[in-house]
């Protein structure tokens, strides 16, 4: 069972990242040479699980908005695609970390690498990674960089060990849910974008602006991912639709849910997520519960009020093909729920 969940009228229905992809292509091909040659290794196992994951069809946003939001900012030094290839290794990093924490069997439309190679594997082969990922900060020189992307990872980190202490929870609030994917999904998308005048040198002002753009970008990005989970498709999400209902994870459409039901809705939340019980039938209850509840709507209506400061946080900066193409960025990720 899906809900197919429409934006409100009047947006922008072909909004795409293609805009982006174009202007940062020739960065990418570097970017994406660097990723090969960094995940090699004489340890044979190590490419092998890296390019599992690395090659299988991720837009590589991040690294992308890293690139973007560099030349923008009049960037003409080679760094950036130093610090596109850490954030991109950081993600990939926490992807793998990420399928064993969860017990996933699914990514991207494959087999998870802790499928095909085991959980020792794939934790080991993160760490790799992001040491990789350290190294290239430290190369680039700067220590303004490396510091932000340094408390990005120990912000994700807290941010797993954030949700592994609230799953199954069902007093899990909002407020709580938001703090986990602030720290998991928006500071990376936050570190990726305040790198850019980072490296070009600029100040406070264009720091803040790509910070603050790129942090509510990646809490919309998240919430919109939530709402797939219950109304989308496998090829949406690149996992099976209800993964997350079936690995017990507190989203924000099952935060509402739950909070707007009555005693016995109540009743069959705590059943399926704290103890498990959740079946093919149970995640149909589910998915009718939200639907009855508004929640993917509302989950959407909070999505657009992050992408709505996302898009301010830009204002002040001058236009630019890279500003126009980040904006629509935003269209994008809120698009991906229609």
């Not at 936050?190 to 490296?199: H, K, N, T």
């Not at 809490?219 to 993964?243: C, E, M, P, R, T």
């Not at 009020?305 to 996302?310: F, L, Q």
């Not at 935003?330 to 729920?337: D, E, K, S, V």
Request: proline share 3%; charged share 25%.
């Amino acid at each position: 069972m899906g809900v197919v969940i429409s934006l409100k009228e009047g947006t922008d229905r072909q909004a795409s990242v293609k805009p982006l992809v174009e202007l940062t292509k020739g960065d990418m091909e570097r970017v994406n040479q660097l990723i090969l040659s960094r995940a090699g290794s004489d340890v044979q196992m190590i490419p092998e699980v890296a390019n599992h994951l690395i090659s299988s069809g991720g837009k590589r946003l991040r690294p992308m908005l890293t690139l973007a939001s560099a030349t923008m900012c009049g960037y003409e030094g080679e760094g950036h695609i130093r610090l596109a290839t850490s954030v991109e290794f950081m993600h990939t990093a926490t992807l793998l970390h990420d399928d064993v924490v969860d017990e996933s069997d699914m990514r991207r439309g494959k087999s998870t690498a802790r499928m095909i190679w085991g959980n020792q594997a794939s934790v080991l082969v993160g760490d790799f990674l992001l040491g990789q990922a350290f190294k290239m900060m430290v190369e680039v020189g700067s220590m303004d960089a490396l510091d932000v992307l340094s408390t990005a990872a120990s912000v994700i980190a807290e941010g797993e060990v954030l949700q592994l202490s609230i799953a199954k929870n069902m007093e899990t609030t909002e407020d709580d849910y938001l703090a986990v994917i602030r720290a998991k999904t928006a500071a990376l998308f936050s570190a990726a974008c305040e790198v850019g005048p980072i490296v070009a040198g600029k100040g406070k002002a264009e720091r803040n602006a790509l910070k603050s753009y790129g942090t509510n970008l990646g809490l919309a990005f998240q919430l919109i991912d939530d709402v797939l989970d219950y109304g989308g498709s496998a090829k949406d999400l690149g996992k099976n639709v209800g993964d997350d209902f079936r690995e017990g994870k507190i989203t924000l459409p099952v935060v509402l849910a739950f909070r707007r039901g009555t005693a016995q809705e109540r009743e069959f939340w705590r059943e399926a997520i704290e103890e498990g019980r959740n079946d093919d039938a149970a995640l149909e209850k589910a998915m009718a519960l939200i639907t009855k509840h508004d929640c993917l709507p509302d989950t959407i209506a909070r999505a657009e009020h992050y992408g709505s400061i996302a898009r301010d946080a830009l204002a002040p900066l001058p236009d630019s093909p890279e500003k126009d193409a980040m904006l629509e960025v935003i269209a994008f990720c809120l698009h991906r729920a229609n």
